[in-house]
């Protein structure tokens, strides 16, 4: 079990890594690094307009954390053929 302070850690790099414009939910700081980083890669193919790649990333971030909020509304983007 993390302490009080190890999760305020956690928070603090999450939201210090943001812009300032942005904010940081609850889900996405549960989301595990593999499916924050299949997302990232699932963005990077979507702006070169490989959405094979695209898809494959967004599966497999969705596979590890189900709820991940982010992905799933990439996925209905995708699936609407709008650009997120």
Known sequence: MR????ILLIA???VS???PQDTITANQ???PVKARDALDRARAA???QDLETAAKQLDRAL????????ALTMRHCEASGRQP
């Open 3 to 6: 302490s009080v302070f190890e």
């Open 29 to 31: 700081l549960r989301a």
């Open 63 to 70: 596979r590890v954390y189900p709820e991940y909020a982010a």
């Open 46 to 48: 979507m702006a070169k």
């Open 17 to 19: 890594l943001a812009r």
């Open 12 to 14: 603090f790099a999450f």
